[in-house]
């Protein structure tokens, strides 16, 4: 199944977002394909959701299955194909680094309690001065990986599910891994912060990235018509 099907929904409904049902099989989890660099909604600024109800937590959990299904640590709604400001992540999986501290609401759950995390509209209210480098990688970008400066640690405002906010401060690999999602809910890509040389060295995989992408919708798109 495809995220397609969700986007459908999306761009044909009367209803704004907040009302627009994003799940087309109630109660039923799919593994969804990702969107690749070179589909135009990777690029598109997410919308605000405002309501929260069981179409919007089935999405969530169709993302997170399809981020463990991918391997992946992370996964915004644009990478399945949806422009809303919706994200999920998951550091407690085996062979992921956790070595970083957070705050949840004031407290230290255990990990186990709180991940896999989904953050509605989420927004990055504080930036450490510290900065640190790290290679990325991106499952919009198969392959492709390159050395990314982001601030140390943040502050993260969001909601879940349910409506519900909460506060959020963390450092290390789990404040990476945030940034990068929130920056797809924005419309920025990894590409966009790559240190130069790393950026140089992965021009010509990504360039053959995006010339498949393209080949690719152009036929599924003659076969549509």
């Known amino acids: 199944p495809s995220g397609k099907l969700f986007w459908r929904r999306w761009k044909n409904r009367k209803m704004p977002l907040e009302t627009a049902n994003l799940n087309p099989e109630q109660g039923q989890n799919m593994i969804l394909r990702v969107t690749q660099y070179g589909?135009?909604?990777?690029?598109?600024?997410?919308?605000?959701?405002?309501?929260?109800?069981?179409?919007?937590?089935?999405?969530?959990?169709?993302?997170i299955e399809t981020m463990h299904e991918s391997r992946g640590i992370g996964l915004a709604a644009q990478q399945i194909g949806i422009p809303a400001m919706l994200c999920v992540v998951d550091l407690?999986?085996?062979?992921?680094?956790?070595?970083?501290?957070?705050?949840?609401?004031?407290?230290?759950?255990?990990?186990?309690?709180?991940?896999?995390?989904?953050?509605?509209?989420?927004?990055?209210?504080?930036?450490?001065?510290?900065t640190d480098f790290c290679e990325e990688g991106?499952?919009?970008f198969p392959g492709i990986h390159g050395e990314i400066e982001r601030p140390d640690a943040i502050q993260v405002s969001f909601l879940d599910t349910e409506g519900k906010p909460h506060t959020l401060s963390c450092n290390g690999y789990l404040a990476r891994c945030i940034q990068h999602e929130v920056a797809h809910l924005n419309g920025v890509l990894f590409i966009d912060r790559m240190e130069k040389d790393s950026l140089r060295d992965a021009k010509p995989a990504i360039r053959r990235l995006k010339e498949r992408t393209i080949r690719s919708m152009q036929k599924a798109a003659r076969v549509n018509v």
């Open 39 to 63: 589909e135009p909604v990777l690029r598109e600024q997410g919308k605000p959701i405002a309501v929260f109800d069981s179409s919007l937590r089935d999405l969530a959990l169709s993302m």
């Open 92 to 130: 407690h999986q085996d062979g992921v680094d956790n070595d970083f501290s957070y705050s949840l609401d004031g407290k230290q759950p255990p990990l186990d309690l709180w991940m896999p995390l989904t953050l509605v509209n989420p927004v990055i209210e504080g930036f450490s001065k510290e």
């Open 138 to 140: 991106c499952l919009s």
